[in-house]
């Protein structure tokens, strides 16, 4: 429904390969289903399920873009920057966290609790510091390929 060319043409090819090709009993039975599925028209599979549909058509966006459109990359956006202010940015973040999920509680000692648990948590993550183990052998796949 969303780009009727784009199936259009999807289903011209398999038609071809259908028509043209020796193809095994199994490959030409699935195939056909998938024509009669296109012909029932999808209704048994919709592009978004009914409980994914969150948000009202009204309030949605959406950007068509196609693979010809020339798209420049935000790089500086791939790029670490180490933030001087860390630990109070993280303070400031918890705070507006705090305000914005804990509005409508109103569970106030509830929520300190939560955060004493956290940071205990941090401590013995501290003390239970292991070696990191790199078993995907990354290294060894790069010297073979060289």
């Given at each position: 429904?969303?780009?009727?060319?784009?199936?259009?043409?999807?289903?011209?090819?398999?038609?071809?390969v259908l028509h043209e090709?020796?193809?095994?009993?199994?490959?030409?039975?699935?195939?056909?289903?998938?024509?009669?599925?296109?012909?029932?028209?999808?209704?048994?599979?919709?592009?978004?399920?009914?409980?994914?549909?969150?948000?009202?058509?009204?309030?949605?966006?959406?950007?068509?873009?196609?693979?010809?459109?020339?798209?420049?990359?935000?790089?500086?956006?791939?790029?670490?920057?180490?933030?001087?202010?860390?630990?109070?940015?993280?303070?400031?973040?918890?705070?507006?966290?705090?305000?914005?999920?804990?509005?409508?509680?109103?569970?106030?000692?509830?929520?300190?609790?939560?955060?004493?648990?956290?940071?205990?948590?941090?401590?013995?993550?501290?003390?239970?510091?292991?070696?990191?183990?790199?078993?995907?052998?990354?290294?060894?796949?790069?010297?073979r390929r060289t």
């Amino acid at each position: 429904d969303l780009s009727p060319r784009g199936i259009h043409a999807i289903f011209e090819r398999l038609r071809h390969v259908l028509h043209e090709s020796t193809l095994d009993k199994r490959t030409q039975y699935m195939i056909e289903v998938m024509f009669q599925v296109r012909k029932d028209g999808f209704k048994d599979n919709p592009s978004v399920p009914e409980d994914l549909d969150l948000v009202e058509e009204d309030d949605q966006f959406t950007h068509m873009i196609t693979l010809d459109d020339a798209t420049s990359g935000e790089e500086i956006l791939n790029v670490f920057k180490v933030d001087p202010e860390y630990e109070q940015n993280e303070e400031k973040y918890k705070d507006i966290k705090k305000e914005l999920l804990d509005e409508g509680s109103g569970d106030d000692s509830d929520s300190s609790g939560s955060d004493d648990s956290d940071s205990s948590d941090s401590e013995d993550e501290k003390k239970e510091e292991a070696p990191i183990v790199d078993n995907t052998e990354t290294n060894l796949i790069s010297l073979r390929r060289t």
